[in-house]
């Protein structure tokens, strides 16, 4: 029970490095460092030819477009075998007309899973929970979402919070809650006494010397 | 979508970076710009080509054409 527990724990946490690794994938054998230098999206579902996975599926063939925009690539993953992802997107595409073109890991020895922290076994021992891992170009997880098995993930919200993150990183700001593209973003907060003066002159918008937000 | 196949034969993706490396590119950044081809499917491709032999790697990661790749393209 408790070498069973421990193969669960490997959870990553933001600002880790993403760990090297081979993966087998519908495109091919890919190392994950072979993403280096573009942002990327790297998401669990739980299985192939199951329904809220082929909508979710559908959907992230329906942003990629746009995620290719912002620099970003998209890489999905279950425990599900090489033929299993090819004969599901085959279907996906037959059925509904949606190309799925981004890679998909096949990891039947859960080997990615477990060192990313995708089987949650409170949900399922068997499959991978709706992860979603945002990792950016150097190669550090930035942002991680965890869906239960029942519920499918709002794409709206994965464009969203990558724009807030490279709206962040390109300005040195942070963004408030619900923040959208063209809202104001908030200017980090004054370290010294004297910049917290300083800061109420600058001309941003603010509630108060620490709370400060201005236009980009 | 890799670039060789199991008999050895490099698919199409990989002859299209053969024949990128043919006209002078050399660095997976170059190559992706000239095949229109993702950065991660080149660097994956670059690798699976040079273990078929089809291209040679040299210092600083700049491939060029073996002989079995110069047949090809």
């Known amino acids: ?216 | 979508m890799p670039c060789v196949n199991p008999d050895g034969k490099p698919t199409d993706s990989g002859i299209n970076m053969l024949r990128a490396v043919q006209s002078g590119k050399q660095t997976a950044d170059d190559i992706a710009v000239a095949t229109g081809m993702p950065m991660y499917r080149v660097r994956s491709g670059l690798r699976e080509l040079v273990d078929a032999g089809f291209l040679l790697r040299g210092d600083d990661d700049v491939v060029s054409l073996s002989d079995q790749g110069e047949a090809l393209v």
């Open chain 1, 1 to 216: 029970m408790e070498e069973e527990t421990a193969q669960f724990t490997g959870m990553p946490r933001l600002g880790d490095p993403v760990p090297d690794m081979e993966v087998q994938t519908t495109h091919g054998t890919l190392r994950l460092s072979d993403f280096k230098g573009s942002w990327l999206v790297i998401f669990s579902h739980p299985a192939d030819f199951t329904p809220v996975c082929t909508t979710e599926f559908m959907a992230f063939a329906q942003i990629h477009p746009g995620l290719k925009k912002r620099g970003v690539e998209l890489l999905g993953l279950s425990v599900d075998s090489l033929t299993s992802h090819i004969a599901w997107v085959r279907n996906i595409e037959e059925k509904t007309g949606v190309k799925i073109d981004f890679p998909i890991i096949a990891d039947l020895n859960k080997e990615v899973a477990t060192r990313f922290g995708m089987v949650h076994p409170g949900q399922s021992k068997t499959e991978t929970v709706r992860c979603v891992f945002i990792i950016d170009p150097n190669q550090v997880f930035r942002l991680m979402l965890y869906y239960p098995l029942s519920t499918g993930r709002n794409m709206d919200e994965i464009l969203r919070v990558i724009d807030a993150l490279q709206m962040t990183d390109a300005n040195k700001v942070a963004t408030p809650a619900n923040w959208r593209p063209g809202d104001m973003v908030i200017v980090p907060p004054p370290q010294t006494q004297e910049a917290a003066e300083e800061r109420l002159k600058q001309g941003y918008e603010c509630v108060d010397w620490y709370f400060c937000k201005k236009k980009v």
